[in-house]
């Protein structure tokens, strides 16, 4: 006869099932809901989108990841709903500039790096590329250390050491022995993690909207050294280089999956349809990433601003969202870190491998297996050992994170040069050339970001 659980058990028992009983709750409820609302025909069109989103989809809710997430809730928390305006105002930059790295992938066949290496010096494709992958690897460090913090929240007995091994291996194994087919679907169903905010702020009673709106829509700045800080980070992590990388050879690499191993093959002539499909999914995984900005910040500006709550890191927005706003917000956001990070800490080892290996001319891709490109999958294994270590060795991952911020303001602008001349340059690209306007924004994208990496670089400085 089987023993009755005790009291402590079944305590124990229903903490840990919380966040899985919320979710399938959720799942019901959406499906309930779907049913109730959508037609047939409806479910089919939403149903052809989806299986229409990819790459651009991954990138977009790539740039969320646990470092991204934590400068969103500073921001709210330290400035409530003034900022607000830098969602909607940075969608269209950074969405024209994935646009320009997508449409370089499928028209030439080959990734950012590889195309930087046919046409411009290699000293400046090696400095890019090196300081790429050390502000990929101090950011998936910090993103790691953030992993393991929101786990405690939800686990409060978990050993950090412990944890942290069991994420690297886990983002490791998933990366090396995973078929890029499955590790694919894997990035694109956990870009879904990101509703988990949407929710978390909708989930806050008594939000002011017409306040919200009108931050929104009408831009207001106060000129102080931290806010521009601020508004600096929040340009480096929304358009940041790794996305450029990533972006572009995942185009590559879904082309092969096709069954156009060779670069000649690739550069055939892209049809409109394909330019469409791209275009579209691009921009709607531009649209996710600024749609969960803005519900970051309005979340933290209506709890943490209000009640003069101050944080660091993104855990620390998740334990000063519980007693303000309560068990759903405070579950859902740090549900939303360790989920992000396991989309984000791939792509930023992924990239960095990518701009180093088309670099140096290795073996490289995500369909390639272990044995075919030894290089390849060492730069990744490097770049996350790297990062597992900075969390034992005393380097403070904030002071981390800065020092990536740096070397992103360094390289960005560099690197937007780059793709603004490939991808309007006539003879490379063809009838697939920049037009007039996405030419006009990707040189104010140029600017904007010089300008940032510079204050950056002077706030950190003096």
């Known amino acids: 006869m089987a023993k ?5 058990k079944q305590f124990i028992e229903e903490i840990i099932e919380a966040p899985a009983s919320a979710l399938d709750s959720a799942i019901h409820i959406g499906k309930k809901a779907a049913k109730d609302v959508l037609s047939k025909k409806q479910i089919r069109g939403a149903e ?3 299986h229409l989103l990819g790459p651009g989809l991954t990138t977009g809710a790539s740039d969320d990841d646990p470092s991204g997430i934590a400068t969103y809730s500073q921001t709210g928390a330290k400035y409530g709903f003034q900022l607000l305006w ?7 930059l950074m969405a024209v500039v994935q646009e320009m790295c997508a449409r370089l992938g499928l028209v030439t066949g080959r990734g950012l790096a590889g195309n930087i290496r046919e046409h411009y010096p290699r000293w400046v494709l090696y400095t890019c590329a090196g300081l790429l992958f050390f502000a990929n690897t101090f950011n998936l460090g910090a993103d790691l250390g953030a992993m393991v913090q929101a786990t405690q929240l939800i686990y409060h007995g978990a050993n950090f050491t412990v944890l942290i091994i069991l994420f690297t291996l886990a983002i490791l194994g998933l990366q090396i022995f995973t078929t890029y087919q499955r590790f694919a679907k894997y990035l694109k169903y956990l870009a879904l993690v990101l509703v988990l905010y949407i929710f978390s702020a909708l989930s806050i009673k008594g939000l002011p909207w017409g306040h919200v709106l009108h931050q929104t ?3 207001s700045i106060t000129f102080s050294r931290d806010q521009i800080f601020l508004i600096c980070a929040i340009f480096g992590t929304t358009i940041s280089p790794y996305l450029f990388f990533w972006q572009t050879s995942q185009e590559v690499e879904e082309r092969i999956m096709q069954g156009r191993v060779s670069i000649l093959s690739r550069q055939r002539t892209i049809n409109k349809n394909e ?4 275009r579209v999914d691009v921009w709607s995984g531009m649209f996710l990433s600024n749609v969960v900005m803005f519900f970051i910040i309005t979340a933290c500006g209506a709890t943490l601003f209000a009640n003069g709550a101050t944080i660091v890191t993104a855990a620390d927005a998740a334990a000063a969202l519980r007693p303000i706003a309560g068990e759903a917000a405070y ?4 549900l939303g870190i360790i989920g992000t990070g396991m989309l984000a800490i791939p792509v930023l080892a992924g990239s960095a491998a990518y701009a180093l290996s088309e670099s140096f001319h290795w073996k490289f891709g995500l369909y390639r297996k272990l044995q075919d490109a030894h290089a390849f999958y060492g730069v990744i294994i490097i770049s996350m050992i790297l990062g597992l270590l900075m969390n034992f060795i005393g380097i403070d ?3 981390a994170l800065i020092w990536s911020a740096v070397a992103n303001g360094l390289i960005a602008p560099v690197i937007l040069v780059f793709i603004v001349r490939l991808s309007s340059n006539r003879v490379l690209m063809g009838t697939r050339v920049n037009s007039r306007l996405t030419n006009w924004l990707g040189w104010i994208v140029v600017g904007i970001m010089m300008i ?3 204050a950056t670089i002077a706030a950190i400085v003096f």
């Open 48 to 50: 052809a989108y989806w």
């Open 217 to 219: 829509f009408i831009p």
């Open 86 to 92: 830098l969602a909607p105002l940075t969608f269209p």
């Open 331 to 334: 579950w859902l956001f740090a």
């Open 275 to 278: 330019i469409k499909k791209m």
């Open 397 to 399: 991952p904030i002071k």
């Open 452 to 454: 940032v990496g510079l």
């Open 4 to 8: 009755k659980p005790t009291a402590k």
